[in-house]
């Protein structure tokens, strides 16, 4: 099973500035990562497939890159709204998660 | 604007089965362009996928939990099913339904429906 690493496990930033996650895994998937922003109470929702590729609807301000085994989420500046739960998704070999980031405000 | 909703009993005892309905709306789970499976979340922990159906039946189980899961598919009511034997303390967590969206290089989850939050105890 491909393992996931996310870190920080918790990130502190102050709106408006950027906010940047990173996603370990523990061998080669290639460019066949999500990332995912988890509100409390709610489901997860679909931010980046494909490492770098913006689903629909989501802002501009929300980038993916990486490929291989090292990938980063980055929120160029935050919104109050962004402040959530992120968690990166394996999909080259079955399915894996990372543990997750907590995004709060500082 | 697909629609995922999850339903079923929301307490189990150990060793029994867990079953749980999802209803699609919005979209038809006959599509090619999908599978339709569940993703689980233990309370204050991560996400774990756990399987997921494709519209020629097909069926793709995370291999911890093969011995106990099945995912079925009823197109008369655009409905996919979970059902989860011998569950145990561990098992209980929000279950969610997923859209599966088949990829160029592989599937990622899309939409999500709401959770259930199925508990198992006695």
């Known amino acids: 099973e491909i393992v996931m690493t996310q870190s920080p496990a918790t990130l502190s930033v102050s709106p408006g500035e950027r906010a940047t996650l990173s996603c370990r895994a523990s061998q080669s ?4 990562l999500a990332w995912y922003q988890q509100k409390p109470g709610q489901a997860p929702r679909l931010l980046i497939y494909g490492a770098s590729t913006r689903a629909t609807g989501i802002p501009a301000r929300f980038s ?23 968690y990166c998704q394996q999909y080259n070999n079955w399915y894996t998660f990372g543990q997750g980031t907590k995004l709060e405000i500082k | ?9 929301g307490l189990v005892k150990p060793s029994e089965s867990l079953s749980l309905t999802c209803t699609v709306s919005g979209g038809s789970i006959s599509s090619n362009r999908y599978y339709w499976g569940w993703v689980r979340q233990p309370p204050g922990k991560g996400l ?64 999500w429906g709401q959770g259930t939050l199925v508990t198992v105890s006695s």
């Open chain 2, 48 to 111: 774990e996928w756990i399987g997921h159906i494709y519209f020629d039946g097909s069926t793709y189980y995370k291999s911890s939990l093969k011995s106990r899961v099945t995912v079925s598919g009823d197109t008369s009511k655009n409905q996919c099913s979970l059902n989860l034997s011998s569950v145990t303390a561990a098992d209980t967590a929000v279950y969610y339904c997923v859209r599966v969206v088949v990829g160029t290089t592989g599937n990622w989850f899309d939409p």
């Open chain 1, 29 to 32: 998937v290639s460019s066949n």
């Open chain 2, 1 to 9: 604007q697909l629609q995922l909703q999850e339903s079923g009993p």
């Open chain 1, 64 to 86: 993916g890159s990486g490929s291989g085994t090292e990938f980063t989420l980055t929120i160029s500046s935050l919104q109050s709204e962004d402040f959530a739960v992120y």
